[in-house]
């Protein structure tokens, strides 16, 4: 069964960036939306950023203009640019891809990654 793999994560100061990767473990089609997800101690997991195939986004208000989402649709793979990181974006980030089925969409999740912002 293919997997998704996240990259990326790590210890960085306020201000600082990261960017995260996340692919497929292997071959896999028909992914529509491509998304990542926060989860932060305590609280539940929430959405990030997403992008459609057809290349429409959506990102949350607490990181629009300082987060980038963007994909390569030839290989299912994922990306977030993190810019001017806060000590609040501190979670585990994960990927979640959409596949399109015959009975509609089945969402793959992948393990996560851990970005924590401390000075």
């Known amino acids: 069964q293919v997997e998704f793999v996240e990259s990326g994560g790590g210890l960085v100061q306020p201000g600082e960036s990261l960017r995260l990767s996340c692919a497929p473990t292997?071959?896999?089609?028909?992914?529509?939306?491509m998304g990542w997800y926060r989860q932060a101690p305590g609280k539940q997991r929430e959405l990030v950023a997403r992008i459609y195939e057809s290349g429409t986004i959506d990102y949350s208000l607490p990181v629009k203009g300082r987060f980038t989402i963007s994909r390569d649709n030839a290989k299912n793979t994922v990306y977030l640019q993190m810019d001017s990181l806060k000590p609040d974006d501190t979670a585990v980030y994960y990927c979640n891809a959409q596949q399109r089925t015959r009975f509609g969409y089945l969402p793959i999740w992948g393990q996560g990654t851990q970005v924590t912002v401390s000075s």
């Open positions: 292997g071959s896999i089609f028909n992914i529509d939306i």
